[in-house]
């Protein structure tokens, strides 16, 4: 799809490409036009991408769909992530024209696009619960010194809902002090930011944990303590109960938080406290402690202990570890190994175990996926070539597949160790370089009203975070044609899609064409139970 209006270029670009300053516009073609698909209670975007030269573009929404609009902004890269990397300008920050979490304007236009240059826009439309099904029309107005135009946008809504909270679970790291740090703040922030990054994860369907960090209020008591659940229910009862934000999506993991310096007794208190009240609120069923981050073979015995220890202490909270499944550790039941370590044994993990080996399994993605690296250089072994990654120049499906591939794995959630890392590191608008990649632990960056205008602090989030969002409603979709009577198309889809883990499809064409499949089923399920309940 592309215009041509004297020297300037117009197209669309999918929301799952990361379209580089020097992208050219495909073949000429008519009808251009943004038409998206959603069911209620989904986002779906495109791009639009315009090339200059043009001076004081500016992008604004028109009509009745509601369209939220970003300028993608560009972070130069000098180190490739691992063997597919690449060094350069790549887009990643999703500026916003106004953002979600305050509602103020902030300045992502107007902006001067140089000739020959490629600037991406992100148009988004979020569709509320209960829309559908309907259509509606909507434009983009784009304006620059000397010219306009309207780009149609069509949104198509489903008949059916999505769930508001997502089938597969999140725990994405997140630290209050580091985000205080990133946007120059004092300590003294760290409860509103975290409250700013609870709430733009919560509206992607994603679940961020660890939060201000503090752990309750409590008292000793000889070998008891006293827990005041007043600041930390304030913190986290509007995720849990699900009225943080209009649809009640809640949290769907919560970690326990345990301070240093607890006699044996005192823990014992502490986490029978915790697993009551978490009980009595309904939440329990979230509840988790991280035992331990990627102990060694040698540390086994000990971190055996530790679970052991809270399996008698509070026996139904969930005991996680991130490693593969060992008969050494046999009062771990949250199991939490790198994805690279489910399946067979590779170049990229000696310890891998079969799905078989898992009850309930989570998993996560690391620095594994493009080589780590100790030593500030990029890893470029083959073997690190075609994993999923959240790499910022790894391609956006490299995100995008991971909802898909939980399907097909049966894994019910997805552990990642940080998204504010880089706010300790320096500027993550100037580089995100950690462990041999680009991106590793930061998905988010610190929208400072110096940075992008308005009042208030805000997360700025990034192209790859979308994709993650994307990849939970793919999940959605696949779980919910499943529960509704047909897991047999589901799982052929997913395996269509992806069919390993490093043999997922690149195109986004592919998972749109899943989709579509899957919806048209879901429609037909759903058309069939009412039928028969008449």
């Known amino acids: ?62 009509g009745k769909p509601h369209l ?21 300008e ?35 439309a979020c569709v509320p619960r209960g829309a559908g099904p309907a259509r509606l029309a909507g434009s983009v107005r784009l304006s620059w010194r000397g010219g306009s135009a309207d780009v149609p946008v069509e949104v198509r809504v489903r008949a059916f809902d999505l769930p508001a909270t997502p089938a ?8 209050g002090y580091s985000a205080a740090k990133g946007h120059g703040r004092n300590v003294d922030a760290a409860r509103e930011l975290t409250r700013a990054y609870d709430l733009i994860a919560l509206r992607r369907g994603i679940t961020l944990f660890g939060g201000t960090q503090d752990p309750p209020a409590f008292s000793k008591r000889g070998d008891d303590v006293r827990i005041d659940w007043t600041g930390y229910d304030a913190e986290v009862a509007p995720f849990l109960d699900g009225t943080a934000i209009p649809g009640g999506a809640r949290w769907t993991a919560v970690e326990l938080r345990e301070p240093a310096g607890l006699s044996r007794p ?46 008698e202490d509070a026996p139904d909270v969930r005991r996680l570890v991130t490693t ?23 170049a990229t ?62 894994v019910a959630g997805e552990l990642y160790f940080d998204t504010v890392y880089a706010y300790h590191e320096g500027d993550p608008w100037q580089s995100q370089w950690a462990f041999g990649g680009n991106g590793d632990g930061t998905l988010f960056y610190p929208g400072t009203p110096a940075r992008i205008g308005g009042k208030h602090d805000v997360p700025v989030e990034s192209l790859r975070f979308v994709q993650i969002s994307r990849s939970l409603a793919d999940h959605g979709y696949l ?25 997922f499809a690149r195109d986004p064409r592919a998972y749109i064409e899943m989709r579509e499949h899957l919806a048209a089923r879901i429609e037909a399920l759903l058309s069939a139970r009412k039928l028969g309940a008449r």
């Open 1 to 62: 799809m592309l215009w041509v209006l004297a020297a300037l270029q117009i197209w669309i670009a999918d929301e799952s490409a990361k379209v580089r300053p020097d992208a050219r516009p495909p073949a000429a073609a008519k009808d251009p036009r943004i038409r998206l698909v959603a069911a209620s209670g989904e986002c779906v975007g495109a791009q639009l991408v315009v090339q200059g030269p043009v001076s004081g573009l500016t992008a604004a929404p028109r």
């Open 68 to 88: 939220d609009l970003y300028r993608v902004a560009t972070i130069v890269l000098e180190h490739p992530s691992g063997p597919e990397g690449a060094t350069g």
């Open 90 to 124: 790549w887009p990643d920050a999703l500026i916003p024209v106004r953002d979600t979490v305050y509602g103020e304007e902030r300045n992502a236009f107007p902006v001067d696009v140089a000739s020959g240059r490629a600037q991406a826009i992100f148009i988004e």
């Open 168 to 175: 597969l679970a999140t725990a994405f790291g997140f630290s």
């Open 266 to 311: 005192q823990r014992r208190s502490w986490r029978r406290q915790w697993q009551e009240h978490f009980r009595e609120r309904g939440w329990l069923d979230r509840l988790f402690r991280y035992v331990e981050d990627e102990p060694a073979p040698a540390a086994f015995p000990r971190v055996a202990e530790k679970a052991r220890e809270l399996r």
């Open 324 to 346: 593969a499944w060992t008969d050494a550790l046999a009062d771990v039941n949250q199991w939490t190994p790198l994805l690279n370590c489910v399946g067979e044994k590779n």
């Open 349 to 410: 993990c000696s310890r891998a175990a079969p799905r078989a080996r898992y009850d309930r399994l989570w998993w996560y993605q690391s620095c594994m996926s493009h080589g780590c690296s100790s030593d500030g250089n990029p890893i470029l072994d083959p073997a690190f070539r075609g994993w999923p990654s959240y790499m910022i120049d790894a391609p956006a499906t490299a995100a995008r597949v991971m909802g898909t591939l939980a399907f097909v794995n049966d």
């Open 479 to 503: 779980s919910l044609c499943a529960q509704l009577g047909d897991p047999s198309l589901a799982r052929a889809e997913a395996r269509a899609v992806a069919p390993s883990l490093r043999g």
